[in-house]
């Protein structure tokens, strides 16, 4: 059902990152931000691929950068998130917020 669809954890992380990267968004600079953030090991291959994953969506959009020397001529792939991934990102946490609504996550359910 269009305009339901709730991002995967992976993917939430993804937009997050985006969003707090701004302008300075590509997959080193995203890999970067989650590692430091979630202090969890991500491999650029798994950011690449839910990047391309997410265009594919049309939650995010890429455009290439100028080439740069230290690149060897090649040119940085940067990503912005859409007005469509504003909206997901929001659900997704609109629905997370009311699952763990009234929840005692402190206590332990072991």
């Known amino acids: 059902m269009p305009g339901r669809d709730y991002l995967g954890e992976f993917?939430?992380?993804?937009?997050?990152?985006?969003?707090?990267?701004?302008?300075?968004?590509?997959?080193?600079?995203?890999?970067?931000?989650?590692?430091?953030?979630?202090?969890?090991?991500?491999?650029?291959?798994?950011v690449y691929a839910t990047l391309d994953r997410l265009e594919t969506k049309g939650y995010v959009k890429s455009h290439r950068g100028d080439p740069t020397p230290e690149r060897g001529g090649r040119s940085k792939r940067f990503f912005r998130v859409t007005a469509k991934?504003?909206?997901?990102?929001?659900?997704?946490?609109?629905?997370?917020?009311?699952?763990?609504?009234?929840?005692d996550l402190i206590r332990s359910y072991s």
Do not use: C, K, P, W
């Open 11 to 46: 993917e939430h992380i993804i937009v997050l990152a985006l969003l707090r990267l701004a302008d300075r968004a590509y997959g080193v600079t995203v890999r970067q931000e989650i590692e430091f953030r979630t202090h969890r090991e991500v491999s650029i291959g798994a």
């Open 85 to 103: 991934g504003v909206a997901a990102v929001n659900r997704t946490q609109r629905a997370l917020q009311s699952m763990t609504e009234g929840l």
